[in-house]
Structure formats: C-alpha cells, structure tokens
C-alpha cells in the first residue's frame, strides 16, 4: 500500500502554491466537482446514508470497505456531502479515510507527514492544531486535529483513537482521516445541524 503521503503529493498539477482548495483531491475527487462524474446516481443505493437529526439541507454517502476497496484506492472508505435540490450533484465536502488497527503511532506519523505537504503546497490562511474528548461522549477516546483555513474552505487532518470500551462495542478501529469542505458546508454544519 503507497503511503498517502505519497498519493497526496501526486495530487497537485503544478509546485506553486494552490490558492482555490478545489486543488486538493481525494482519490481524483475534488469539491465542486459533480458527484456524477465518478458514480451513477444508481450507485448511491449501495451507499451507506449521511442525514443530520435538525436539517436537511445537506445529506451525503459514505462508500462501505467492501464495495469501495474494489477502486483498488490507498484509502479504505470516503464519503461526500451534497446539497438538497441541486441537479448537478455538486461535491461540498469529501473525506478519505484509512484503518490503523492496533497501530495509531503509525496514524500519528501518517498525520504529521500529510500536514506538512499541506503547508508547503497550499496558502493557508490560518491553522489550528488541537485535541478533540468528541464532547465526552465515547469514554477517554480522543482525537489530534489539525485544521487548514482557506479562503473558501477548510483541509481537516485527524487521527481518532477509540477507547477500548467503545472499539469493543461498536466495533471501531482507530483511523486517519482528511477531509476537505467549502465554507458554505461547514458553516451550515455549525449552525444548523445539529440545533
């Protein structure tokens, strides 16, 4: 398996910093582009659903492992956000992931690589680097986020580290994950999701 950082690199067209976060692409995928334009619409039935409890201006899919693993891609799942009523399927948000079982020093290395790349190849506007408890609602589990601020969007890096009551039980393994969202998305998310 090619390391991600690897694949990220392989991603950017030209060595001069990306100023439109639609640079950055997961697996060819990349924000504003049509969902259409890697899946049929028919495909989405074999899709696991993304709603949110309090509006339903935004909805998305995730890509189960074993119909997605069949892309023979680096990640093991992504997913993606839509916008309701819009005929052209655009991509809002997109977010790659990687299993680390029983290896999260791995994920922590995988992490602190990405990020830098993030840094020489994108004018970011501002970053945070923090840890996330998930609102103490998974036991002692804990998350290493790095966001990436841009003008018209956001590049998120974190790797989560399940408790073992909560891997046990919901059968969660820890995992890298890099998503990529358009403002519009994320604050729609911070304001209206979840009230």
Do not use: H
């Amino acid at each position: 398996m090619k390391t991600i950082l690897t694949l990220f690199v392989l991603l950017f067209s030209s060595s001069v910093f990306a100023d439109d976060i639609s640079d950055f692409q997961i697996d060819n995928i990349s924000i504003g582009k049509s969902i259409l334009k890697f899946y049929k619409e028919t495909d989405f039935d074999n899709f696991s659903p993304i709603k949110y409890p309090s509006s339903d201006t935004f909805y998305g899919y995730g890509i189960p492992v074993e119909y997605y693993k069949k892309s023979n891609s680096n990640y093991d799942t992504i997913s993606f956000i839509l916008k309701k009523n819009d005929s052209k399927f655009r991509i809002y948000s997109v977010k790659g992931m990687v299993f680390y079982p029983q290896n999260f020093e791995k994920c922590l290395d995988q992490k602190k690589k990405v990020t830098k790349e993030i840094k020489k190849e994108f004018k970011i506007v501002n970053d945070q680097s923090y840890e996330d408890d998930f609102g103490n609602q998974y036991g002692s589990s804990i998350a290493y986020v790095t966001n990436f601020i841009l003008n018209d969007g956001m590049i998120r890096i974190f790797c989560s580290k399940w408790d073992k009551n909560n891997a046990r039980s919901k059968n969660w393994t820890d995992t890298f994950n890099i998503a990529v969202s358009f403002n519009e998305y994320l604050n729609w998310l911070d304001n209206e999701a979840y009230k």
